[in-house]
């Protein structure tokens, strides 16, 4: 019985939230994670053998992109904070 069922955006997550821990910076290190993780969570029967695992990783290592992104625009975001808080500082 599968006492939990983890969406491929819950594992994303998992996965971009380690990526940034690590400091992820290539494309082979995200593949990397995303196998980790969801090999950690079949051994752990949070995922189902059922599953297509090999779908759910190659959908997972395909949003590389997508968290680089994220991490560029929270990079700028970040960025631009920084000046309006040394002025405050001052």
């Known amino acids: 019985m599968k006492l939990t069922t983890l969406t491929i955006d819950e594992l994303f997550d998992e ?3 380690l990526a940034r821990e690590q400091g992820a910076s290539s494309k082979d290190t ?3 994670l995303v196998d980790e993780v969801v090999e950690g969570h079949l051994s752990l029967a949070e995922i189902d053998d059922d599953d297509d695992v090999e779908g759910m ?3 997972l290592k395909a949003r590389w992109v997508g968290f680089k992104e ?3 625009e929270e990079a700028e975001a970040g960025t631009q904070d ?3 808080e040394k002025e405050n500082e001052i």
């Open 15 to 17: 996965i971009a939230d």
């Open 57 to 59: 990783k190659e959908a």
């Open 30 to 32: 995200w593949a990397e």
């Open 70 to 72: 994220t991490e560029r």
């Open 82 to 84: 920084v000046p309006v």
